[in-house]
C-alpha cells in the first residue's frame, strides 16, 4: 500500500505559478513512477505529467514549457511547478504513484486530491 497526500492548490490569477507536492509513504516499491492527473467536472482524467523512477519525464502537450515535474527520492516527495498558469488548466490534481516495466507505467495508488482554480 502506498498513501498519498498534496497539497499546494490554490487560486490564482492567469498567468501566475503554483508548486503543487505529493508526500508518499508506505511500501513504495524500487521501480515507482510517480504523476499528476487532473480532472474537471464532465471530462476524463487527464494524465499531465509522469515521473519515472530514473527521472525521465512525459508531459501532456498543453502544459509543456509551462509545467514540470521532478522528485526528490530520498524524501519520496514528488512536486509539479506551473508557471503562465491558464483558466483551461483550472481542476482537481490528483497525485499518482504505480510501477514502470518497460514502456508501460500502471498506476494503483491516489491522493485525495487539490483544487487548482485559475481566473482570467
Known amino acids: 500500500q502506498v498513501q498519498l497526500v498534496e497539497s499546494g492548490g490554490g487560486l490564482v490569477q492567469a498567468g501566475g505559478s503554483l508548486r503543487l507536492s505529493c508526500a508518499a509513504s508506505g511500501s513504495i516499491p524500487r521501480n515507482n513512477a510517480m504523476g499528476w492527473y487532473r480532472q474537471t467536472p464532465g471530462k476524463q482524467r487527464e494524465l499531465v505529467a509522469g515521473?519515472?523512477?530514473?527521472?525521465?519525464?512525459t508531459y501532456v502537450e498543453s502544459v509543456k514549457g509551462r509545467f514540470t515535474i521532478s522528485r526528490d527520492n530520498a524524501k519520496n516527495l514528488v512536486y509539479l511547478q506551473m508557471n503562465n498558469l491558464k483558466p483551461e488548466d483550472t481542476a482537481i490534481y490528483y497525485c499518482?504513484?504505480?510501477?514502470?516495466?518497460?514502456?508501460?507505467?500502471?498506476?494503483?495508488?491516489w491522493g485525495q486530491g487539490t483544487q487548482v482554480t485559475v481566473s482570467s
Open positions: 499518482t504513484s504505480g510501477v514502470s516495466r518497460g514502456s508501460v507505467i500502471t498506476y494503483n495508488y
Open positions: 515521473i519515472r523512477s530514473d527521472g525521465s519525464t
